[in-house]
Nanobody
Framework: QLQASGGGLVQAGGSLRLSCAAS????????MGWFRQAPGKEREFVAT????????YYANSVKGRFTISRDNAKNTVYLQMNSLKPEDTAVYYC???????????????WGQGTQVTVSS
């Protein structure tokens, strides 16, 4: 199970930190990713992090503004989002994968999503 939290309403230029807590499986054995889905659009890749945090990848649209991290002792992955823009508005999902990948098909477990709304 994956439980995402931390979403909310923020003004453009602001920051939010999303958290995603895992339970029921070995968190440290999985790479983790964040995806998002805006209204009327397909879900898209945001960021991913390897099992040991040694490797991270970001979508070009968030590179330099978002940071993915994880704490294996707490079974939690985070997404720090800075300099938020209205186009970042979406439901954000965390997911677990056997490898770091931007492709949804590689992900086995998905959280329920948390809404992020950025006002202009």
């Amino acid at each position: 199970q994956l439980q995402a939290s931390g979403g909310g309403l923020v003004q453009a230029g602001g920051s939010l930190r999303l958290s995603c807590a895992a339970s029921g499986w070995t968190f440290s054995s999985y790479a983790m990713g964040w995806f998002r889905q805006a209204p009327g659009k397909e879900r898209e890749f945001v960021a991913t992090i390897s099992r040991s945090s040694g490797t991270t990848y970001y979508a070009n649209s968030v590179k330099g503004r978002f940071t993915i991290s994880r704490d294996n002792a707490k079974n939690t992955v985070y997404l720090q989002m800075n300099s938020l823009k209205p186009e970042d508005t979406a439901v954000y999902y965390c997911a677990a994968s056997r490898s770091t990948s931007p492709r949804e098909t590689f992900y086995d477990y998905w959280g329920q999503g948390t809404q992020v709304t950025v006002s202009s």
